[in-house]
């Protein structure tokens, strides 16, 4: 098998985790571990998990929205947050729930997720509807992208930095606001040169940055 053979099957290896982690957190909202009633408008199927799986996503979701909710308060929401890799998550929705305004919140993802996650929000007036402001503005989206005024879920390879920069510009990321980066089981799929290469541009290029990173351990 060539090289080139070898990176496409890690590719779409890396792309189907967003399935199982999605369907994992399904199920365990089904069982009533947490609330979240966007989700299933994304993962129609929900397969049996262990108790394990359950407690172990609920303490997943449950650690990530806590530190986000403190680090918007902290900010009084003059701030951005940045998720990579950010599959069919629905923290932004579940932020407008609460009462969290951010000035952005920016997604990215493989070119195949995000097609289908854009494919789910034009086709749900809920997931639409946080998306509208006072003022009328415009959702503009095509086949893998989708721009709202403050939110904004686009296609990326997190292996190329040109591109990543490029659509945070086309998202209007403003790199002297204090911006939240969120990596919740991505750098352990990167090459460790690639996710330093990263973490080096966000560590340069904007003014202030907090990260979230949840990773597997041995």
Known sequence: MS??????????AVRST????STCK?????????????????VKGAERKTPEINRGYFARVAGITTLVHKFIKAM???????????????LFWKLQDA????????????PNVTSRKCHYIKNSP???????????????????????????????DLRKLAEVEAKLVESSIEFGRPT???????LVYMP??????????IANKFTTTFCINYEQVH
């Open 192 to 201: 460790l040169q690639l996710s330093n290469v990263l973490l080096q541009f």
């Open 126 to 156: 809920k997931l639409m509807q946080a998306l509208q402001t006072e003022d009328g503005d415009e959702v503009r989206y095509n086949s893998s992208d989708l721009h709202s005024d403050v939110y904004h879920l686009v296609s990326a």
């Open 18 to 21: 967003n399935d199982d982690a």
């Open 180 to 186: 939240l980066f969120l990596f919740e089981c991505v």
């Open 99 to 110: 009462g969290l305004r951010v000035k952005k919140f920016v997604e990215l993802d493989f």
């Open 76 to 90: 009084n929401g003059d701030c951005q947050v940045v998720n990579f890799g950010a599959g069919f998550d629905t």
């Open 26 to 42: 399904r199920f365990a909202v089904q069982l009533g571990y947490w609330s979240d009633p966007y989700l299933p408008l994304m």
């Open 3 to 12: 090289s080139g053979n070898r990176q496409l099957d890690g590719d779409e």
